[in-house]
C-alpha cells in the first residue's frame, strides 16, 4: 500500500544521504522524495512517498527513526492528511490545438506561465492522480517536456508535526 | 589560550578518559600524531594494518566495557578500516573512530589518498561527522563517544581534514551532550511488562532465549537471577554466550545453525519464548516460516525498536535498556503470588533432559589424529574455563563455542554478525591489553589467521602474551564443510595449499612456536603454553581435516531439521 511519511530532520549536510542510502540498502521502495528547510532554518522537512505491506513499512519507519539526524517521523497514512504536487508541463500549441490546450489547463485549474508560438508552459498543482489525469486527457505526443516536485503531505485540521 | 585542532583531539581523548588508541600514522593525521607524540598520559598501539586496528580497539571494548579507539589516516586509512567498523557495526560495539582526511580546500577534488570517508562508512556506523571547523571538535568527539556508549551501541567514525588539525581555537570539553534527535529509551513500559508476566505465568513450556544485548547491557546478573527463579531453560545466541553461566543444568546450549539439539528443539516447541537482547537473525531461527509452523507467544525485550518484528513478529514486543527491564520483571515476578504450573514445567523438562540425552555433541575421543573439539575441551580443562577466548570464524569458531563453557559475559569474543575472518588476533590484542594478567586466547584456523597474520609483529611490540591455538585442518573447514554437504564434495578453492611453517612463523616474529600432531601430546603442549606468562605461543594443532560441525541447520531449513552426528 502507498504511505506518506513525513519527517523533520537536522537541516545538516548528509542527512538527505542518510535517508536515500537506508532505501536502497534495505530495498525499500521510494515512489518519490522531497526535502526544503523549514521556517526554523536547523529544521528540513521531507515527504517520502513511499510503497510496502503494513510490516515493510512499520520497519522504514523504525529503521528512520534511528538515523541520528532524523528527529521525528510520522506516517500521514495515519490520519487524515493533504497531499499536493507542482508539475511544470511544456506542450506543444499551436494552431488549433493552441486554444484546445489553454482550454484544457483551465479545467484542471492550471496556470499557462510560458508563452511560445509553438508551445506553452503550464503549471499545475494537485495529487499526483490529478497530475496524471491531466497528462491523460491531451494528447501525449503534445507533451513536450514535464518535471514533477514529488508529493508534499501535511495533516489535516489541528494536527501538525513539529519539535 | 587557543591551541591547535590537533591538540584538541588528543585533550578531548583524554578527558574521555581513554587509555589505549589503536592506530596507523599517514600525512592527513600527522599533527595529531604529533600532539600524541608530546604527551603521555594516551598510550598509542601501532597496529601493522588498520583493519588490525578497528578489531582491536574492538575487542578492547567488548572485554572491558568501555568504548575502543581507533585512529587512522585518510584514504587507504580508512578504506583497510572498513571491514574493522563493519565487523563492530554488526555486533553493535562502542568503537570510536578518528579518520585524518586531506585539507578541507583539496576535498572533492580527487586529492592524494582521498576518499570520501563519511560516504564509505555510512552504512557501517551508527553514525559519522566530518568536522569542518575546529571550534566544533571538540563537541562532535563528546557527541561521537555518547551515540557510541549509548542506546544501542555501534561504532562512529569522526572524520577531520588536515587543515582543521593545525588552525587554533579555545578549549573547552562539554560535560554534558544532548541531542533532540536522539533520545534513545531505557525504562520499558510497565504495562507491556505486566503482560509478559501474565503470558509466562501461563506458560507450560517455557524458554529463555537471550542473546548479545544481555553481554553489551551489563545484564548477565539480571538474566541469571530470572532464569533461576522461574525455573525455566535457557540458550544464549552467539553473541550472548556467558549471559547466562554454561555450566549451570538450566543452560542447554547454544541454539541456531550449529546449537545443540536440546535448544534448537526447545526454541521450536516451546509455547512461551521470553527473547532478551535478541534479534531472531538467520542463523539463529532458520527458516521463518518454518519457526512459525508452531504456535508459541513471543515476549521481545530489546533497546532497537527496529529489532522489534523485524524477522518474526512478537506478541509483547518491550523496548529499553535490557537491564533496567529484568530488574522491574524481577521485581514484578516477585511480587505475584501465582506461579508457572509446576506438573507442566516438569514434563518439559523431561522432554528437554530427553533430548538432551541425545548427546549432540559426541565426537570420537578415542581418535589417533586430533580432533578439534578435543582442543577446545583440553583448553577449557587447562585454563579452568577461565581465559578470555577471542575466535575467527569457521568451524573452530563453532567449535569453540560449543565446547568451551563461559560462565561469565565478556569472556567470549567473536565476530558473530558479520563473520570477518582475521578478528581473532587483533581483538586478542585489545582484549590483554584490557586484562593484562589474563589468559588470553585466540582459537583459529589456518586460513583465517592468515589475514591478520601481520599482527604478531605488534603482539611483539607491545609483549602481549596472547596463546594462538591454531585448528589447522588445511581447508577452509566451513567452506569445506559446505561444499561436502551441498555441492558435490567439489572442493572448489577451499584447500589451503602451500601453507608456512607456523613454528617457524611465529619464530620469526619472535614469539615461541609449537607443532603438535598427537591426541596425547594436546594437554601437555597447552600446559607448557599457559605456563610461559610472558610468550605469545602459538600452538599448530594438526587436526581431523574431515571434522564437521554438528548440528548443522541448512541455509532455509527449520530449527528442527538439524544434521545430527
Known amino acids: ?163 | 589560550m587557543q591551541i591547535s585542532g590537533a591538540e584538541i583531539v588528543i585533550r578531548c581523548l583524554q578527558e574521555e578518559g581513554v587509555e589505549y588508541i589503536f592506530g596507523y600514522p599517514g600525512g592527513a593525521v600527522l599533527f595529531i600524531y604529533d600532539e600524541l607524540f608530546k604527551q603521555s598520559k594516551l598510550k598509542h598501539v601501532l597496529v601493522r594494518h588498520e583493519q588490525g586496528a578497528v578489531h582491536a580497539a574492538d575487542g578492547y571494548a567488548r572485554a572491558c566495557q568501555k568504548v575502543g579507539v581507533a585512529l587512522v589516516t585518510s584514504g587507504p586509512g580508512v578504506t583497510n578500516a572498513v571491514t574493522g567498523i563493519a565487523t563492530a557495526y554488526m555486533d553493535s560495539i562502542p568503537v570510536v573512530i578518528i579518520s585524518g582526511q586531506v585539507p578541507t580546500p583539496a576535498i572533492g577534488l580527487d586529492a592524494f589518498q582521498e576518499v570520501d570517508t563519511v560516504g564509505i562508512t555510512r552504512p557501517c556506523v551508527k553514525h559519522n561527522f566530518l568536522v569542518k571547523d575546529v571550534k566544533d571538535i571538540a563537541t562532535t568527539i563528546k557527541k561521537a563517544f555518547y551515540l557510541a556508549a549509548t542506546g544501542r551501541p555501534g561504532p562512529v567514525l569522526v572524520d577531520i581534514p588536515k587543515d582543521i588539525t593545525q588552525h587554533l581555537a579555545e578549549f573547552s570539553y562539554p560535560q554534558e551532550v544532548s541531542m533532540r534527535s536522539y533520545t534513545p529509551v531505557t525504562r520499558g513500559h510497565s504495562g507491556q511488562i505486566k503482560k509478559a508476566i501474565q503470558l509466562i505465568m501461563d506458560a507450560k513450556r517455557p524458554m529463555i532465549y537471550s542473546g548479545g544485548g544481555v553481554i553489551l547491557g551489563e545484564a548477565a546478573g539480571e538474566l541469571t537471577e530470572l532464569v533461576r527463579n522461574l525455573g525455566f531453560p535457557c540458550t544464549n545466541t552467539l553473541m550472548g554466550l556467558g549471559g547466562y553461566p554454561a555450566t549451570d543444568p538450566q543452560f542447554v546450549g547454544m541454539l541456531g545453525m550449529h546449537g545443540t539439539y536440546e535448544a534448537n528443539m526447545a526454541m521450536q516447541n516451546c509455547d512461551v519464548l521470553l527473547a532478551i537482547g535478541a534479534r531472531f537473525d538467520d542463523r539463529v531461527i532458520g527458516n521463518p516460516k518454518h519457526f512459525y509452523s508452531e504456535d508459541r507467544r513471543i515476549v521481545h525485550i530489546d533497546i532497537d525498536p527496529s529489532s522489534i518484528s523485524k524477522r518474526v513478529k512478537v506478541d509483547v514486543p518491550i523496548v529499553g535498556n535490557v537491564r533496567e527491564v529484568l530488574q522491574e520483571l524481577i521485581k514484578q515476578l516477585a511480587a505475584t503470588r501465582e506461579k508457572p504450573e509446576e506438573a507442566a514445567l516438569a514434563a518439559w523438562w523431561s522432554q528437554i533432559e530427553e533430548w538432551r540425552s541425545r548427546d549432540c555433541l559426541k565426537y570420537d575421543r578415542a581418535s589417533a589424529i586430533i580432533k578439534p573439539q578435543f582442543v577446545v575441551e583440553k583448553l577449557y580443562e587447562v585454563t579452568n574455563g577461565d581465559a578470555f577466548v577471542t575466535s575467527d570464524v569457521g568451524q573452530h569458531q563453532m567449535w569453540a563455542a560449543q565446547f568451551y563453557k563461559f560462565d561469565l559475559p565478556r569472556r567470549w569474543i567473536n565476530s558473530g554478525g558479520l563473520g570477518t575472518m582475521g578478528f581473532g588476533l587483533p581483538a586478542a590484542m585489545g582484549v590483554q591489553l584490557a586484562h593484562p594478567g589474563a589468559d588470553v586466547v585466540c582459537i583459529t584456523g589456518e586460513a583465517s589467521i592468515q589475514m591478520c597474520i601481520q599482527e604478531l609483529s605488534t603482539c611483539k611490540q607491545y609483549h602481549l602474551p596472547v596463546k594462538i591455538v591454531n585448528l589447522n585442518n588445511r581447508y577452509m573447514g566451513m567452506v569445506r564443510q559446505w561444499q561436502e554437504f551441498f555441492h558435490g564434495n567439489r572442493y572448489a578453492e577451499s584447500y589451503m595449499d602451500a601453507l608456512p611453517d607456523f613454528v617457524k612463523l611465529a619464530e620469526a616474529y619472535g614469539h615461541v612456536g609449537m607443532k603438535i600432531e598427537q591426541p596425547s601430546d594436546v594437554e601437555g603442549a597447552l600446559r607448557e603454553a599457559f605456563s610461559r606468562k610472558d610468550d605469545l605461543v602459538f600452538l599448530d594443532f594438526i587436526t581431523d581435516q574431515s571434522e564437521n560441525v554438528f548440528p548443522m541447520v541448512p541455509g532455509g531449513k527449520g530449527l528442527s531439521e538439524m544434521i545430527l552426528v
Open chain 1, 1 to 163: 500500500m502507498r504511505h506518506i511519511l513525513s519527517l523533520l530532520m537536522e537541516n545538516e549536510s548528509g542527512a538527505l544521504s542518510r535517508v536515500s542510502g537506508l532505501f536502497s540498502a534495505r530495498g525499500y521502495n521510494i515512489e518519490s522524495l522531497t526535502v526544503a528547510p523549514t521556517e526554523d532554518p536547523t529544521l528540513s522537512r521531507m515527504t517520502i512517498v513511499t510503497s510496502g505491506s503494513d510490516d515493510v513499512i512499520e520497519q522504514i519507519t523504525k529503521q528512520l527513526n534511528k538515523l541520528i539526524e532524523i528527529v521525528k517521523v510520522v506516517d500521514l497514512n495515519d490520519g487524515e492528511y493533504i497531499e499536493r504536487e507542482l508539475m511544470l508541463v511544456k506542450v506543444r500549441a499551436s494552431g488549433k490545438e493552441r486554444e484546445e490546450m489553454k482550454r484544457m489547463a483551465d479545467i484542471f485549474r492550471g496556470r499557462v506561465i510560458d508563452v511560445t508560438d509553438k508551445a506553452y508552459t503550464i503549471e499545475l498543482t494537485g495529487t499526483g492522480t490529478k497530475l496524471n489525469a491531466f497528462l491523460e486527457a491531451i494528447e501525449s505526443d503534445a507533451i513536450l517536456e514535464t518535471v514533477r516536485t514529488g508529493a508534499s503531505g501535511i495533516g489535516r485540521g489541528e494536527r501538525i508535526l513539529k519539535v
